[in-house]
């Protein structure tokens, strides 16, 4: 068996969506979800309060036999690795990295948009990782669509009326060749976002997050730990919620969840 025990961190089900691309990754690995569901939505909080939430919620993962964190949350990776590496002793990976990587290889050289939380966007994080590879990034703020992912509704008129106004006004600034999902909600959106993209005329390609950012771990985690097979196994915690938490976890997950646990990390 694969030894690895990984945890896997977002304030709430985004994560999910890397976790579904990982576990069939890592066969035989350990995989320990934490969704910081209370303090949900982080992309509007100051990098002060995202630190400090960040921070917990790796400390708690360590301290439950983590040997590797993947910061499964693109607001917390562009406001607070630093902090969050300084606090714990294992290898950390965001996701921000492997996103633009991806970006690159498939468009180099081109103009990019990037949607992302408020506080992603205002971090410019994704702009000066993207400049780094030589792509122009257009980075739109979409408030909006956190609460609509946590409320389940990723195929619903309202979500794609709301897709259509961010869009159309990143569209009239930029006429980008790939779209980046810069939060690990906008996975479980993306059909509707490549819809809407097209439905206003771009051909523009979306770059999966999730997607990206589990091959970036499995090739760090193979370094490290041998090969093994067998099924991954997981265990779920939310600091909120948690029977909606295992309802809709399962829908996003596309397998059962299993009984999450609930967690207090304080305020
Ligand atoms: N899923 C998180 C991200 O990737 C953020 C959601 C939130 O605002 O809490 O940015």
Redesign the pocket.
Known sequence: MCATTIGVF???F??LTVLRELLPLIPGAHFIYLGDSAR?????KSQTTIARYAVESARFLEAHGADHLVIA???ASALAMREIQEAVAIPVTG?IDPVVDAAYQRHPNSDVLVL??TA?VQSHAYRDQCATHGLRANEKACPLL?PLVEEGWVDNPITRDVLRVYLSEALSESSPEAVLLG???YPLIAPVIQAVLQELGSSAEVIDSARATAIAIERAIRLSHPASSGPATFQCYATDSVDKFARLGSQFLGQPMPRVELLDLGG
């Open positions: 977002d304030s709430g985004g994560g949900l939505p982080y992309g509007s949350c693109n607001t996701v992302a939380t992603t956190v939060c690990t909600h």
